[in-house]
């Protein structure tokens, strides 16, 4: 599976951006795609997941600023980011999860995110 990323970039405190993750390769049903972030210095912490089945997962500090979609269709996540903050900098890293045993685990390459005070 293959994850490319878009829509890093630098937005001022309050501004918006939007990130997108096409997955492509042989994609199973059952999965879960999300974001993940890592600051300098810091480790990778989730930021939002969705499943296949709609369940989402939010970070506590960006419940109410994010939010988390997908086009099923298009094997496409996105992220919906309003409201930044200066500690929402980071790298952000699309994943893709197989919810089946001994399914498999992938990563994109990560964009940037840098939110300027």
């Known amino acids: 599976v293959q994850l490319v990323e878009s829509g890093g970039g630098l937005v001022q405190a309050g501004g918006s951006l939007r990130l997108s993750c096409a997955a492509s390769g042989t994609i199973f049903a059952i999965n879960t795609m999300g974001w993940y972030r890592q600051a300098p210095g810091k480790q990778r912490e989730l930021v939002a997941t969705r499943s296949n089945r709609c369940i989402t997962n939010y970070l506590d500090s960006v419940k109410g600023r994010f939010t988390i979609s997908r086009d099923i269709a298009k094997d496409t996540v996105y992220l919906q980011m309003n409201n930044l903050r200066p500690e929402d900098t980071g790298v952000y890293y699309c994943?893709?999860?197989?919810?089946?045993?001994?399914?498999?685990?992938?990563w994109g390459q990560g964009t940037q995110v840098t939110v300027s005070s």
């Open positions: 994943n893709y999860r197989e919810n089946f045993v001994q399914g498999g685990e992938f």
